[in-house]
């Protein structure tokens, strides 16, 4: 089971990208647990997490979650933000994978 942890600044605004996320990984018959929170929780869910991919209007934020994600051994990307807008579930999740991979 792989993790995948979104956060956004009130961690609503990735929920439907969670879904679009969890379809796409079902077709392909991937199990992953996806979940999304927002910045304030990041440091408290990070520990049950594989990857971290954080929204683009969090981008500013980068570097704070890079020392979390590191003290806890799991990389960290911003989420493209094309990707973002369109909700496009299967290129979010296929760079959450690719993290994982590397």
């Known amino acids: 089971m ?7 600044s009130a ?4 929920s439907l990208l969670v879904s679009k996320m969890e ?5 392909k018959g991937i199990e992953v647990n996806i979940w999304a929170v927002a910045q304030d929780k990041v440091v408290k869910e990070v520990e049950k ?3 971290l991919l954080i929204g683009p209007q969090m981008r500013f934020m ?8 590191e003290e806890h051994g799991i990389p960290l990307d911003v ?4 990707a973002y807008g369109r909700v496009d ?8 994978l690719e ?4």
Do not use: F, R
């Open 2 to 8: 792989k993790n995948i942890m979104l956060a956004c």
């Open 11 to 14: 961690g609503m605004s990735t």
């Open 23 to 27: 379809e796409k990984a079902a077709e």
């Open 49 to 51: 997490a594989d990857v």
């Open 62 to 69: 980068k570097k704070k979650y890079t020392v979390v994600a």
């Open 79 to 82: 989420i493209d933000p094309i």
């Open 89 to 96: 579930g299967e290129a979010v999740l296929n760079k959450a």
């Open 99 to 102: 993290l994982m991979e590397n």
